[in-house]
């Protein structure tokens, strides 16, 4: 089974930058989508962006957009977000995952696998 691994997370001063790396391993499922979803305790989750695999067009949350980048790697195994001028409201557990597209539209499609997180932390 599919395990997601995130890293990149940490502190970083608001207009800073942070390269977030989401690296899958174990055997290989069908999915329609790879991206990120992040949560600030006692909130809700939100959808951040996501790396549509049918055609390869990218969603971004509003709030980001001209912000952060989505990408995947060489190995396909991997993907990224590039986050820059960060604020204090990008302060979050980063969560990565892989699931139907619409899950990051719609919040009734499910994700079928979860990555444990990583913490950014915007902060001066």
């Known amino acids: 089974q599919v395990q997601l691994v995130e890293s990149g997370g940490g502190l970083v001063q608001p207009g800073g930058s942070l390269k977030l790396s989401c690296t899958a391993s174990?055997?290989?499922?069908?999915?329609?989508?790879i991206g990120w979803f992040r949560q600030v305790p006692g909130k809700e989750r939100e959808a951040v962006s996501c790396?549509?695999?049918?055609?390869?067009?990218?969603w971004y949350k509003q709030t980001v957009k001209g912000r952060f980048t989505i990408s995947k790697g060489n190995d396909k195994n991997t993907v990224f977000l590039q986050m820059n001028n960060l604020t204090s409201e990008d302060t979050a557990v980063y969560y990565c995952?892989?699931?139907?597209?619409?899950?990051?539209?719609?919040?009734?499609?499910?994700?079928?696998?979860w990555g444990k997180g990583t913490l950014v932390t915007v902060s001066s």
């Open positions: 995952a892989v699931g139907p597209y619409g899950a990051w539209i719609k919040t009734y499609y499910q994700i079928n696998v």
């Open positions: 174990g055997f290989i499922i069908d999915y329609s989508a």
């Open positions: 790396f549509d695999n049918t055609d390869g067009d990218t």
